[in-house]
């Protein structure tokens, strides 16, 4: 199974955008997903993340209330909505999955390749 993430891009400051991800060759049923990034320079962190059912979610403060993440169990995918952007989101972002129940802030087993967002000033 691969996770494929689209949406990337260029944005200016204060500009809104959607990430994708969805699940090629099977699904994650029943299990949480999650979008990271890695900034040039930095370690990767957890954006955001959603539980099976979507009751639970977690984001990182930096992106509270800017990002909300969701996602359609029947297709499979999590998307991310980046509104209110800033430079300093400027990241290549990941989406990723759970196999087995670990939490929202556990290890994530399935990691996609990677989409750069580039947010300008």
């Known amino acids: 199974v691969q996770l494929q993430a689209s949406g990337g891009g260029l944005v200016q400051a204060g500009g809104s955008m959607r990430l994708s991800c969805a699940a090629a060759g099977g699904t994650f049923t029943g299990y949480a997903m999650g979008w990271f990034r890695r900034a040039s320079g930095k370690e990767r962190e957890l954006v955001a993340a959603i539980s099976w059912t979507g009751y639970s979610v977690h984001y990182a403060d930096s992106v509270k209330g800017r990002f909300t993440i969701s996602r359609d169990t029947a297709k499979s995918t999590v998307d991310l909505q980046m509104d209110s952007l800033k430079p300093e989101d400027t990241a290549v972002y990941y989406c990723?999955?759970?196999?087995?129940?670990?939490?929202?802030?556990?290890?994530?087993?399935?990691w996609g390749q990677g989409t750069k967002v580039t947010v300008s000033s």
């Open positions: 990723a999955a759970q196999t087995i129940p670990k939490g929202l802030l556990g290890d994530y087993d399935y």
